[in-house]
């Protein structure tokens, strides 16, 4: 079942401290199948590279108040656009079973007209989503989205999309990537991005799929080759998007290096 969180959790959890928020994240089952590549974000290293005062973390607090698992094993870019579409404070509809409670959930997503016209929950139940599908099922509900296909970004490219994206409370990161590159089991993946430090070039990935894995910093080069992956379903390297809610959307994007 997923995490659904209702509104007056997100009020109750606003005034907690950084660190106490990224204690609050239970280790799931899969913690121990953890690659040695990475570290555990609930780890005392994890925890030293999240309280650091150069690292990027300006999207963490509001991701972890919404973190999500996601519903069932195809539901990774569900569970992240909901994580995403909250943090940002979207207009949403309202939830089933929270009476007038407007917020969004991995039911309600696909409830919106223009969500079904593109991406069916039967199939993405079955199938999951590609990169475009990704990006068009977040545009649908009226937020600017851009799209960066790995193949198409270079490892400094990526750095400064990860600095200036990390850096800024405006905007979300989600990464579609395979799990091989980072050393994990299974394939193809999507999950928020909530933290960079560029000190040891890592990035904090929190998993949707917390049944299986903690949330993780990776290094960059290793997010980078994971995203370069092609998804045999498009015929396209997988890659980033980046969300900025509607109001931000309409205003015009500035130019950046890529």
Same mark, same amino acid.
């Given at each position: ?23 609050? *994240? ?17 780890? @005392? ?8 005062? %150069? ?12 973190? +999500? ?23 949403? @509809? ?11 959930? %991995? ?12 991406? +069916? ?78 000190? %040891?070039?890592?990035?904090? *990935? ?45 205003? @015009? ?6």
């Amino acid at each position: 079942m997923a995490d659904h969180r209702h509104p007056s959790r997100r009020r109750a959890m606003a005034g907690l401290g950084l660190s106490l928020m990224a204690l609050a *994240i239970v280790q799931p089952v899969g913690a121990a199948d953890t690659p040695a590549t990475t570290i555990v974000m609930d780890s @005392p290293a994890g925890q030293k590279l999240l309280l650091k005062p %150069q690292t990027r973390r300006a999207d963490y607090a509001a991701l972890v108040q919404w973190y +999500e698992t996601q519903a069932n094993l195809a539901y990774c870019g569900v569970a992240s656009s909901v994580m995403v579409l909250n943090s940002l404070a979207v207009a949403a @509809p309202k939830a089933e079973g929270y009476g007038t409670n407007r917020f969004w959930t %991995q039911t309600n997503l696909f409830t919106v007209a223009t969500n079904r016209s593109f991406v +069916e929950a039967s199939r993405v139940a079955r199938e999951g989503m590609t990169l475009e599908q990704l990006h068009g099922l977040l545009a649908s509900v009226g937020t600017g989205v851009r799209r960066h296909h790995g193949e198409n970004l270079s490892l400094e490219q990526l750095r400064w999309l990860l600095r200036r994206g990390l850096s800024e409370r405006t905007d979300r990161l989600l990464a579609n990537y395979d799990r091989r590159a980072l050393g994990q089991k299974g394939g193809g993946h999507i999950s928020p991005l909530a933290a960079y430090d560029p000190d %040891q070039d890592r990035v904090l *990935i929190l998993d949707v799929a917390r049944y299986r894995y903690p949330a993780v910093w990776v290094t960059t080069p290793d997010l980078w080759r994971a995203i370069r992956s092609i998804d045999t379903s498009s015929g396209r390297s997988r890659g980033l998007v980046i969300i900025e809610p509607p109001a931000a959307a309409k205003a @015009p994007s500035q130019a950046g290096p890529i």
